[in-house]
């Protein structure tokens, strides 16, 4: 029985895995659609700000926000 699920597990996975697979294909094409306007790319500073900075500043503020709000430690 074990190895039947085992089986299984992995013939779903590996489907899952395959049509992923197919499915992002076309984001890997060289040649743009009709109607595509990319818009002009981030510098180095926008791209780390926006993918590095950003979650760092959103972390802090709510783990601030946890702390100063928290409750469980009851002050006498």
């Known amino acids: 029985m074990d ?3 085992a089986l299984r597990a992995g013939a779903v996975a590996a ?5 992923m697979l197919l499915m992002s294909s076309p984001a890997l094409a060289l040649v743009r659609d009709d109607g595509d306007d990319p818009g002009s790319g981030l510098s180095v500073a926008e791209t780390l700000g926006l ?4 979650p760092i500043v959103l972390f802090l503020v709510i783990a ?3 702390m100063v709000l928290d ?3 009851k002050q006498s």
């Open 51 to 54: 993918f590095v900075g950003a």
């Open 71 to 73: 409750k469980s430690r």
């Open 3 to 5: 190895k039947k699920n």
């Open 64 to 66: 601030g926000l946890v």
């Open 15 to 19: 489907g899952t895995t395959l049509m």
